[in-house]
């Protein structure tokens, strides 16, 4: 992989984008003079640069070149993520709603020249609704399968299109994306902070799946990424009307690696005897670390205590051991496609959910000698998409 900062948090950040379809020199452009650690300097780069493509964009849509218009469009989409996602934190940065605004302008912009134009929808839930866009195949009239995806941490449902509704609109199935409590305008826009009963979230999704004439019924998945795959495997322990769900990775529960996590930066094993309640002095040396580290600072007191709408560590600690499927799994009844990549630090508890589990499952494991052993195999996508695709078909194909 190519550097593009020097900032290493920055790099993984440009890296994102350029496994969802940035361009190297868009990229390099965006990256050039930012200095390490300047979180404004990198968001007003990368929003000048996503700002030009829209306006490009603007301009081919009015002398009637839409192809071009709608790629445009996309890669502003992951452009404008890129620049805000330093920007998470509480109280919430103006830049990083203004960065959201033109995002979600932007993509509206694409989806609308789809083909067929994708269509919003508002999701009913507890009193308010949630945001999710429904794309169909082309050229298919008959009621199709349907793939509901699921965001992860810090994405949303348009970097989701990316990753999971263009595979499935090229196998036939519909896709329908969604932003769920502390994800995407649920989280930056209505303040719905993350849930770990995320079962009841996929319930009203699928209530709105099943009230339409163009899905069928008894062929609709669930997909989750990052997060999601703990997520997804959550969901399917308390919606027995999916026909398939995919958790990429097999999560278990999100405070499974933070002990070792926090034993490795020096915390004495006896400390954390009663983890997830720690004491005050152990909880200080924590913070401490924490604070060390960039991208752990980010990762955990910026995005972490947004996301779950918490204000100290000590809740965050807490709320993160709510995650977990323990005691849930054998509720599963749909066929489960478990993945785990190699070098990824949320992959190891895969076996340890496939033991637990009772439905028909399938384990892939992709590596790192196949170009795949990454976080969600985001350098290879395409040999993800092959395999849990093809593994999914066949579901459908039985139904």
Wanted: net charge negative; hydrophobic share 40%; aromatic share 8%.
């Amino acid at each position: 992989m190519p550097t593009y900062s020097t900032d290493p948090m920055f790099d993984e950040f440009a890296a994102l984008a350029l496994n969802l379809g940035g361009q190297p020199g868009e990229i390099a452009v965006a990256c050039g003079g930012v200095a390490d650690g300047d979180d404004t300097a990198w968001n007003t780069s990368w929003t000048e640069l996503a700002d030009r493509l829209v306006d490009e964009a603007d301009r081919s849509v009015a002398t009637g070149h839409r192809a071009g218009a709608r790629q445009a469009y996309l890669r502003a989409i992951v452009y404008y993520a890129i620049g805000y996602h330093p920007l998470y934190g509480s109280p919430m940065q103006p830049a990083l709603l203004t960065g959201f605004s033109r995002q979600t302008a932007a993509f509206t912009k694409a989806a609308a020249l789809a083909d067929p134009p994708a269509e919003p929808i508002e999701i009913p839930y507890e009193g308010t609704t949630l945001p999710g866009w429904l794309f169909r195949p082309a050229s298919n009239p008959e009621p199709t399968p349907l793939l509901i995806a699921t965001s992860g941490y810090d994405s949303t449902l348009y970097e989701g299109y990316l990753a999971q509704a263009l595979p499935a609109l090229e196998r036939g199935w519909s896709c329908l994306l969604f932003d769920g409590p502390g994800q995407g305008r649920a989280l930056f826009e209505q303040g719905l902070v993350i849930r770990p009963d995320w079962e009841t979230v996929v319930t009203a999704v699928v209530d709105v799946a099943l009230d339409r004439t163009d899905i069928d019924p008894d062929r609709i998945a669930l997909t989750g990424w990052s997060l999601g795959g703990y997520l997804a495997l959550r969901a399917a322990t308390g919606e027995p009307r999916l026909a398939a769900c995919i958790a990429d990775p097999a999560l278990f529960s999100m405070d499974g690696g933070m002990v070792p996590r926090l034993e490795a930066a020096g915390i004495p094993p006896a400390a954390l005897a009663d983890y997830p309640t720690v004491s005050s002095d152990i909880l200080s040396q924590i913070e401490q670390g924490i604070t060390a580290s960039r991208a752990q600072k980010w990762a955990i007191l910026q995005r972490g205590l947004m996301v779950h709408g918490v204000s100290s560590l000590s809740e965050y600690l807490q709320a993160i051991s709510e995650f977990t499927l323990d005691g849930r799994l054998a509720k599963i009844t749909c066929p489960t496609l478990l993945c785990a990549a190699e070098n990824d630090p949320l992959s190891a508890s895969a076996p340890k959910v496939l033991q637990q589990m009772t439905a028909p499952t399938t384990m892939l494991e992709f590596l790192g000698s196949e170009g795949a052993g990454d976080h969600c195999e985001m350098n290879n996508r395409a040999l993800f998409n092959q395999r849990a695709y093809d593994w999914l078909e066949d579901v459908f194909a039985k139904k």
